[in-house]
C-alpha cells in the first residue's frame, strides 16, 4: 500500500519534444505528490507538486495531470531539451509526512 | 552557500568499521530527513526529526543505525560495524515547516565499503 510504482525506466526524447512519465500509487490516503529532478552526483531537486484536490498543475514547460479515481499522476515535460536529461523521480506522502519515491525514470533528451 | 550540507561527500571503509556522517540543513529548517538511495532506485526514507525530535524510523533502519540531532540543528547518521550491503548515497534534506513540503536535499554522502 505504500509504493508508488513509475514508468517507463528509461526514455528517450528528441529535443522539441513532449516527454511523459507516468506513477500509480495504491494508498488512496495520500495527498502530496511531488516530482522531483535528479542530476548524477546531485541530490534530488523539486520540481512541481500537486496535491489531490486538482487535476492539473502547470509550470513553464512542466505540467502534472493527475487523476484520482485511477490513482495515478504524470509529469509532462513540453518542448523537452538537452538540459532536461535528468532521472525523474515521483513520490507521494501522507500528510507531507515522509516522501516515498518511485524507482526513477531516467531521461534522456538528443538534439 | 545557503544549501543543504553533507559531509563528507565521499567515505570509503572496511568492512566492520564505524563511520559517522554530517548534515547541515538550511538554517531554521524544523524538519531534518535522511534517505538512502542505491543505484538505478529511488532515495528510501531511515528517519527524520522535528527540531530535536527524532519522530520516526524506517523498519530499514537496523540497530546499528543511529541519527541524532541535538540541538535541532545538525545531524549525524552513525552506522557502526559497517556491512558490504550498507554501500549506497546517503541524503539528508531539510524542509521549514512541519512537513515535507518543499523539502531540500543535499548532495549526498557515497558511501563504499569493501
Known amino acids: 500500500q505504500q509504493q508508488v510504482k513509475q514508468s517507463p525506466q528509461s526514455l528517450i526524447v528528441q529535443k522539441g519534444g513532449i516527454s511523459i512519465i507516468n506513477c500509480a500509487y495504491e494508498?488512496?490516503?495520500?495527498?502530496?505528490f511531488p516530482w522531483y529532478q535528479q542530476f548524477p552526483g546531485k541530490g534530488p531537486a523539486l520540481l512541481i507538486a500537486i496535491r489531490p484536490d486538482v487535476s492539473e498543475k502547470k509550470e513553464g514547460r512542466f505540467t502534472i495531470s493527475f487523476n484520482k479515481s485511477a490513482k495515478q499522476f504524470s509529469l509532462h515535460i513540453m518542448d523537452s531539451q538537452p538540459g532536461d536529461s535528468a532521472t525523474y523521480f515521483c513520490?507521494?506522502?501522507?500528510?507531507?509526512?515522509?516522501?516515498?519515491f518511485g524507482t526513477g525514470t531516467r531521461l534522456q533528451v538528443f538534439p | 552557500d545557503t544549501g543543504v550540507s553533507q559531509d563528507p561527500r565521499h567515505k570509503i571503509t572496511k568492512r566492520g568499521q564505524n563511520v559517522t556522517f554530517r548534515c547541515d540543513p538550511i538554517?531554521?529548517?524544523?524538519?531534518l530527513y535522511w534517505y538512502r538511495q542505491t543505484l538505478g532506485q529511488g532515495p528510501e526514507f531511515l528517519t527524520y526529526?522535528?527540531?530535536?525530535?527524532?519522530?520516526?524510523k524506517s523498519r530499514l533502519l537496523s540497530d546499528r543505525f543511529s541519527a541524532e540531532r541535538p540541538k535541532g540543528s545538525f545531524s549525524t547518521l552513525e552506522i557502526q560495524r559497517t556491512e558490504q550491503g550498507d554501500s549506497a548515497m546517503y541524503l539528508c534534506a531539510s524542509s521549514p515547516g512541519t512537513g515535507s513540503e518543499k523539502l531540500f536535499f543535499g548532495s549526498g554522502t557515497q558511501l563504499s565499503v569493501l
Open positions: 526529526f522535528q527540531n530535536e525530535a527524532q519522530l520516526e
Open positions: 538554517s531554521e529548517h524544523n524538519r
Open positions: 494508498n488512496t490516503a495520500f495527498d502530496y
Open positions: 513520490a507521494a506522502s501522507l500528510n507531507t509526512d515522509k516522501l516515498i
